[in-house]
């Protein structure tokens, strides 16, 4: 398609924010995936009205459209389509924290890690913590519906958006929550997780609370995967809510202390890490380890000094880096199950482990069922490749075989469009294509992204 560059720039309030030279800009191709595609041309957008009048350009020109931001997603999602123009978010970075409402004010760009320390410069803290919080935007977390570490006791990124604005496929641009004085139908529901194929955020309130006050923090290894996952499942049982509750299976364990060698993880099968919701209190700590006791832990260590606690976390902060220092190649899936199943699921990505002659591992959001399992590889070879897919395949059936969905927090994107049919049945997903249709009629959002699905396998 013949893109017309000097017509879109002359129309831009911000003309140097458009990249039609694309030899050096091949970060911009892919995500933290395998996929891989080139754009007609990459808008870096500086303002909502370079987003609106690129939106408005496109549809006179009937050019698709992928929105972007970091591009750290693990799901395809921001991956460009075929003759399509990029517009990425990550330049509308601009922060108001708002103290006295409890609220901050964020362009799409800002990086999440951003909004947590300068609210707590107030006072203040904004609770999700994804793994990628260091280096994704809040744009992307909104539309992908990331989740987090602290996710069991303090929610995910949907609980915290209080009003979006955002740019609807005919440039028009429509205000939601607290943009719109909380009047009319929350569309800004729709928005959050539908991946920008419904519109593109640039604008974003989210609620910020009182500082969440550290507990002791507990690292425990077992010699059995299933233990660490029953253990998780009798703690929930327990009536327990800890602040973090963080798996990982012994591969990734190893990974890990590969990386950075850490006391209890020599020889473990399945690490659990957890941070207590107590304030320093003795009480769940100690129900906590109770549990454990009896769930035949291997090791066993708590850490209520800040400094001693906080290089705890770094076996789970620095995992994605230890994996991927692995292998050549990786694919991460993160699939999610009733939390009463969550040990089943684990024992069953340890079988398909032992059974494959691929390396599977498994880590994740163990308090809310969300278990990432991580498929890596030497090389590319169609042979593998074909491994891999049949992997991924076993792992979805099983997931929705055990009552789970099909992603907690990467989204569905290019990943995992063929499995929805497991899923969803034709009504529902007629009913998606419905909402679609009258959001973006010509399909220009994100067109082959989540509800651009074929048939499932």
Not at 43 to 62: G, M, N, P, W, Y
Request: with cysteine.
């Amino acid at each position: 398609m013949k893109f017309d560059g000097a017509a879109l720039r002359a129309q831009l309030k911000s003309p140097h924010s458009l990249i039609t030279e694309l030899s050096d800009q091949e970060a911009y191709f892919h995500d933290a995936t395998q996929f891989t595609a080139t754009p007609l041309a990459i808008l870096k957008a500086e303002s909502t009205d370079d987003v609106v009048i690129a939106v408005r350009f496109c549809r006179q020109h009937d050019i698709a459209i992928t929105p972007r931001g970091a591009g750290t997603g693990l799901s395809g999602g921001c991956v460009p389509a075929p003759d399509a123009l990029i517009i990425s978010t990550e330049n509308l970075k601009f922060l108001d924290i708002r103290a006295a409402e409890r609220l901050a004010v964020c362009g799409a760009g800002v990086i999440t890690k951003d909004i947590e320390h300068a609210a707590s410069e107030h006072m203040l803290c904004y609770p999700p913590d994804p793994a990628s919080w260091q280096e994704s935007t809040i744009g992307g977390n909104v539309a992908e519906g990331a989740g987090g570490l602290r996710c069991k006791r303090f929610g995910v990124t949907k609980d915290y958006v209080i009003g979006l604005k955002a740019v609807l496929a005919d440039g028009s641009l429509v205000n939601t929550g607290i943009f719109n004085n909380d009047r009319g139908l929350n569309l800004g529901d729709l928005f959050i997780a539908s991946e920008g194929t419904l519109a593109i955020i640039t604008e974003i309130a989210v609620r910020l609370t009182v500082p969440i006050t550290s507990g002791t923090v507990i690292l425990v290894s077992f010699d059995r995967p299933k233990d660490a996952a029953q253990t998780v499942s009798d703690i929930t049982a327990e009536g327990i809510i800890p602040t973090i509750l963080e798996f990982l299976d012994g591969d990734a364990a190893a990974c890990s202390n590969a990386y950075e060698k850490t006391e209890g993880l020599d020889n473990a099968a399945a690490v659990l890490l957890i941070e207590t919701s107590d304030n320093g209190l003795a009480d769940q700590a100690s129900r906590i380890e109770a549990i454990c006791m009896k769930n035949r832990c291997a090791h066993f260590r708590r850490e209520s000094d800040p400094d001693k606690a906080e290089a705890l976390w770094k076996v789970r902060r620095n995992l994605s880096k230890a994996i991927k220092e692995m292998a050549a190649y990786r694919i991460s899936e993160d699939v999610v199950v009733p939390n009463s199943k969550f040990p089943a699921l684990v024992d069953w990505v340890a079988d398909l482990n032992r059974r494959s002659p691929l390396r599977i591992n498994s880590f994740g959001h163990a308090g809310d069922g969300n278990l990432h399992v991580v498929f890596l590889a030497s090389d590319t070879s169609p042979q593998t490749m074909a491994l891999i897919e049949a992997g991924v395949a076993e792992l979805m059936h099983e997931t929705i075989k055990l009552g789970g969905t099909l992603t907690g927090e990467h989204g569905i994107g290019l990943a995992k469009r063929k499995y929805l049919s497991l899923e969803f049945d034709s009504p529902t997903l007629g009913l998606m294509q419905t909402i679609k249709a009258v959001f973006d009629p010509d399909g220009r959002l994100n067109p082959d992204k989540l509800l651009g699905a074929p048939a499932s396998q």
